[in-house]
């Protein structure tokens, strides 16, 4: 259902992506939730619409402590570096970067920075809440 949704939103926009990559998580809250809801997302939404989905590519590289009641300014020092790419899937590509909530673009800005150093030619975020 929220893949079929996000793929509608996805056509809307007519962005044109070939590669969609989940925001990873930090191995604690990997641990304790046990998954990684952007990358159910992430599988349901390029499952839906025929795009490739890269789940490791993209790695947190800095264990960040929780943004929830951070101000803005510490939202974006607290990511900063944070993620890191070790492959060439994304050189030459197009990506979407897929996550649950966007609240100041922090996490989001983050991961294209590290996407495109990796030689990606266009980097949009797509996110299911605003908060």
Sequence with gaps: MMGSWL?????????NVEVVVPVPLSRQKMQVRGFNQAALLAKAFGNRA???????????????RSQVGLDPDARWRNVRKAFSVESLLFEGANVLVLDDLFTTGATLSACAAAI???GADSVVGLTVARA
């Excluded at 793929?7 to 962005?15: D, K, M, S």
């Excluded at 025929?50 to 960040?64: A, F, G, S, Y």
């Design 7 to 15: 793929e509608e939103l996805y056509v809307r926009q007519g962005w």
């Design 50 to 64: 025929r795009l490739r989905v890269e789940l490791d590519d993209l790695r947190r590289v800095k264990d960040t």
């Design 116 to 118: 495109r150093a990796a």
